[in-house]
T-cell receptor
């Protein structure tokens, strides 16, 4: 079993829809949770960073962490074609390396 | 967000030559930087952890004599692919660890696409 599981998709939704991206993990020691967005042929860009259970909102993006269920989510409201990218969840335990999900390929159709 | 740069963004070289890739954290000091490799439509694969002033820590299966890492300052790490071969062609991405209060995260560079002919 992988430490972090993420559905690779692809996921295709119409413009304006609410997008829900999810990851589950098995290591209860993970403390920090991140969502990165990666456009084709570019490096990942940090979108959201959380370290406690609950919700964190930033513009159209909301990150949700449920440590009891070992489940994290990223919601995108009013999705735009420019949101089309691969979204990677990542988590870290202390000073250890990042552990990534496989990434979900998202396409927003105009 | 923090800025991490990589140079060059793209390089094409002949088999047998060595290629150096630079990774710089532009607006913060990074005691730790990471080097990743990414194949098409796959997630990032950690190659090594680069610590300023000490030897890099390589992941299992990564040849340290093949991929030389130097972290000479708090803002610069370099990856040298020695005697490159076509199978080394890939997208190489660095990241820099930023510690600020309770925040511990990594910011990524834009990546370097290496093509070995």
């Amino acid at each position: 079993q992988k430490e972090v599981e993420q559905d690779p998709g692809p996921l295709s939704v119409p413009e304006g829809a609410i997008v829900s991206l999810n990851c589950t993990y098995s290591n209860s020691a993970f403390q920090y949770f991140m969502w990165y967005r990666q456009y084709s042929r570019k490096g990942p860009e940090l979108l959201m960073y959380t370290y406690s259970s609950g919700n964190k909102e930033d513009g159209r993006f909301t990150a949700q962490v449920d440590k009891s269920s070992k489940y994290i989510s990223l919601f995108i409201r009013d999705s735009q074609p420019s949101d089309s990218a691969t979204y990677l969840c990542a988590m870290i335990q202390g000073a250890q390396k990042l552990v990534f999900g496989q990434g979900t390929r998202l396409t927003i159709n105009p | 967000g923090a800025v991490v740069s990589q140079h060059p963004s793209r390089v094409i070289c002949k088999s047998g030559t060595s290629v150096k890739i630079e990774c710089r954290s532009l607006d913060f000091q990074a005691t730790t930087m990471f080097w990743y490799r990414q194949f098409p439509k796959q997630s990032l694969m950690l190659m090594a952890t680069s610590n300023e002033g000490s030897k890099a820590t390589y992941e299992q299966g990564v040849e340290k004599d093949k991929f030389l890492i130097n972290h000479a300052s708090l803002t610069l790490s370099t990856l040298t692919v020695t005697s490159a071969h076509p199978e080394d062609s890939s997208f190489y991405i660095c990241s820099a660890r930023r510690l600020a209060g309770a925040t511990d995260t990594q910011y990524f560079g834009p990546g370097t696409r290496l093509t070995v002919l």
